[in-house]
């Protein structure tokens, strides 16, 4: 990895073994982008890749010259309202009502490692060596801002990651409209564009979409990142697969409202921007203010969708989530949400815990129902204290009686929330989200505290704090359990209410960093409704997030194939539930169950008990299972094989680092009669290996199973028994791959 300045063409060149990325000043001042793509070799000039020509209709820089004009010119961080008329990076409403900017080249730094994003999640190094950034400073000769873009480049993958500062370092306010993390424009538009799209319960299926002149984005305007698009995008050479051509994967580490636009203009040419969503957002910098905007990462693969998607696990993984869990292979719970929703006693959980123990289960977790006035959704949210009518011993007596059965406990919060029924909304009726004179929206009867105030925040910070100091807690579910409305604070000023979405965050984000420094070996697992907030900024505070409130082994493929996309498995939290199915009503064989979660952190959702005696001798069977594979699927390195998206089966498979263990998962939704004999082909073995399938103690190299692959026929074939289990519809293995010595 390196980072050359070449001084005579003034052009940067970032490169590691598998991306280039370069980039020039330009005879205006503004940054032009050269390349982004495959590692070239570096060399002193790039600038013949500044194509200009004259054409009609076109708006000059400068007065007798017919060819500067930023309308055709690639460019790294692109203003508003001059000559260029796409969608820019960054727009300023300054004093005197204008909004023109003219960001020019100041200086540079080029130096090793990765500077921290004050108050926002970033991807962050380690050792020396792991990467090197390169900081350009521009200046706004009017208003006197200074701009720093931020480019990390990693060592390993084709990673970069951006960001970009404002400091006004003139006299006058100004405010901010549009300040984008990320901004690179393409040369050509021959891509298709992969979006990870849904609703509640459905989150992030996979859709693509050609690029054709004119716009494609995504956004949320909800105030979290949305079940609706996930703040991650991708752009294929139409001819890209999973293990071949082009893709280029951006994704945001932030949890708030967002956009992802890809512009492809007249030439052809595509601008990508991501950043916090320009509308609704205004930022006022006072003089002497600055403003960070979010980080945003790209990651460059020139081997297909499986190396973006590993190069994404393994940052994500190693360099975003944090603290003692990281690293661990995550504890196997039961969660009682929908063993018992809110009908629950302090025994009645306690029974719940027992048979769960009992089956090898490590953590026991109590959601939602458990303070204030919480026997139903319409009270108690903000009175984080227990509810002594049903936990007479309070969360404390409960917690020792769990640990008491050799177990460790876990609780469920939703800080960000109050119910109008509650004491803290009595106390505090001004602390929640609302504009003045107008109606203010619930969503599942609550309303949103204003995380934007640090003293709502330190209320709550201090609930929680009382609670896990008092008690023997392990971990947390966080959850979030509506969007925001009538966006407003009454603790800012008019001029300021632009601020509020972004400031909401960073109240949250702040919660989040106190609570992880206070009880640094809390497990916190996020959720917002399932997977309205499973995104990259919240990984670095909670390294797994319940990725859906579907918890049906059939509709879950897909959720968790589309999710493997830029998260990696060990963040997915996935549990086996009753049957039939509480969202969709299915009935799947409990084996499916399992071996759709075991690719995830892997848990119960049900009550054990009420499991025949020998679902529970399975139960105990996949415990242990998941205990002795555990490293390999949620760390190992992880393939997708076959698309839930595009047929009947599905596959994918985790290979442990050293090679010697593969775990393939092979699913199959419909039965089919007399159906064609299939296989499947495998990847990341090592060719030279022998491995055994432990199931049937076949022996094949690993050549084999890569290129003509593993043979997974299992249709009836209309003649088999009516008692034969296996071959049903939902049905599914995991094949169990060991290299022998
Ligand atoms: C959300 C979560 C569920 C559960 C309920 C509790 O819907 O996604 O897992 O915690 O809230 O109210």
């Given at each position: 990895m390196n980072i050359q300045f070449h001084e005579t063409t003034k052009t940067f060149h970032l490169f590691n073994d598998h991306l280039s990325y370069i980039l020039c000043v330009l005879e205006n001042g503004h940054l032009g982008q050269l390349y982004c793509g495959k590692r070239i070799h570096d060399k002193e000039?790039?600038?013949?890749?500044i194509e200009k020509a004259p054409r009609p209709m076109t708006s000059y820089?400068?007065?007798?010259?017919?060819?500067?004009s930023l309308e055709h010119i690639r460019q790294e961080y692109p203003v508003y309202g001059?000559?260029?008329?796409?969608?820019?990076?960054v727009e300023i409403l300054q004093d005197d009502g204008s909004r023109i900017s003219d960001f020019q080249y100041a200086a540079h730094t080029i130096f090793a490692g990765k500077p921290k994003l004050p108050g926002l999640p970033a991807t962050y190094t380690?050792?020396?060596?792991e990467a090197a950034t390169l900081r350009i400073i521009l200046k706004d000769?009017?208003?006197e801002i200074k701009l720093e873009l931020l480019y990390t480049i990693f060592a390993y993958g084709g990673i970069l990651a951006r960001s970009a500062r404002f400091i006004n370092e003139g006299t006058k306010p100004v405010h901010l409209l549009n300040a984008m993390s990320f901004s690179l424009d393409l040369p050509d538009k021959d891509y298709v564009w992969m979006q990870l799209s849904g609703a509640w319960?459905?989150?992030?299926h996979i859709i693509n979409r050609p690029l054709e002149q004119g716009i494609l984005s995504i956004d949320s305007m909800?105030?979290?990142?949305?079940?609706?698009?996930?703040p991650f995008m991708v752009l294929k050479r139409p001819y890209t697969t999973e293990t071949q051509g082009e893709a280029l994967g951006f994704s945001f580490i932030y949890s708030g409202n967002y956009r992802i636009q890809a512009e492809v203009d007249t030439h052809d040419t595509t601008r990508i921007t991501v950043g916090i969503?320009?509308?609704?957002f205004d930022w006022k910098l006072e003089a002497g203010e600055s403003f960070q905007t979010p980080e945003a990462v790209m990651v460059y693969s020139a081997e297909g969708l499986n190396a973006m998607s590993q190069t994404f696990h393994r940052l994500y993984r190693k360099r975003l989530a944090r603290g003692y869990w990281r690293d661990r292979p995550r504890p196997i719970l039961n969660n009682n949400w929908e063993a018992t929703y809110f009908d629950f006693t302090e025994d009645r959980l306690v029974e719940i815990a027992a048979k769960a123990k009992e089956c090898g289960v490590e953590l026991f977790v109590l959601d939602d129902?458990?303070?204030?006035?919480?026997?139903?959704?319409l009270a108690g949210l903000?009175?984080?204290?227990?509810n002594r009518d049903r936990l007479p011993n309070g969360i404390a007596g409960l917690s020792e009686r769990i640990e008491a059965l050799g177990m460790k406990f876990g609780l469920w919060f939703e800080p960000e929330m109050v119910n109008k029924d509650s004491d803290l909304y009595r106390a505090h009726?001004?602390?929640?989200?609302q504009t003045p004179g107008r109606r203010t929206s619930h969503g599942r009867n609550q309303f949103v505290l204003d995380f934007s105030r640090n003293e709502v925040v330190d209320c709550i910070y201090g609930m929680m704090e009382n609670i896990l100091s008092q008690s023997k807690i392990s971990y947390i579910k966080w959850d979030m359990n509506r969007s925001i409305t009538e966006c407003y604070s009454a603790a800012l000023p008019a001029d300021r209410q632009g601020e509020v979405f972004h400031r909401y965050i960073l109240g949250v984000y702040d919660l989040y960093e106190r609570l992880t420094s206070a009880f640094p070996q809390v497990l916190f697992e996020s959720c917002a409704s399932g997977?309205?907030?499973?995104d990259p900024g919240l990984l670095y505070y909670a390294?797994?997030?319940?990725?859906?409130?579907?918890?049906?082994a059939v509709e879950r493929l897909k959720i968790q194939y589309g999710t493997s996309m830029c998260y990696p498995i060990s963040s997915i939290g996935s549990h086996v539930s009753v049957s039939?199915?509480?969202?969709?009503l299915r009935r799947t064989p409990l084996h499916t169950r399992a071996n759709v979660a075991y690719f995830g952190t892997f848990g119960y959702e049900l009550?054990?008990?009420?499991?025949?005696e020998e679902e529970l001798q399975e139960v105990k069977e996949q415990i242990s299972f998941m205990k002795e594979y555990r490293e390999i699927l949620q760390f190992g390195t992880f393939y997708r094989l076959k698309s839930p998206f595009e047929g009947n089966e599905t596959v994918w498979m985790s290979v442990s680092e050293d090679k010697k263990t593969a775990l393939v998962g092979w699913y199959r939704v419909l039965n089919n009669v007399n159906a064609p004999y299939t296989r499947v082909r495998l990847q990341g073995?090592?060719?030279?290996m022998v491995y055994t399938?432990?199931?049937?103690d076949a022996c094949h190299y690993g050549d084999e199973l890569m290129n003509l692959g593993l043979l997974t026929s299992d249709a009836t074939?209309?003649?088999?028994?009516?008692?034969?289990?296996?071959?049903?519809?939902?049905e599914s293995k995991i094949y169990i791959l060991k290299a022998k010595e």
């Open positions: 000039d790039f600038r013949y890749l820089v400068y007065e007798n010259d017919r060819t500067f001059s000559t260029d008329y796409r969608h820019p990076a380690e050792a020396d060596g000769p009017v208003t319960a459905r989150e992030r909800r105030g979290n990142s949305s079940h609706e698009h996930n969503n320009p509308s609704g129902g458990w303070f204030g006035k919480r026997n139903n959704d903000g009175d984080w204290f227990a009726p001004d602390w929640i989200l997977g309205g907030r499973f390294p797994q997030g319940w990725a859906s409130d579907d918890s049906d039939p199915n509480h969202q969709v009550d054990l008990n009420k499991l025949p073995l090592d060719p030279d399938d432990i199931r049937s074939s209309g003649e088999v028994s009516r008692e034969e289990k296996d071959c049903g519809d939902f």
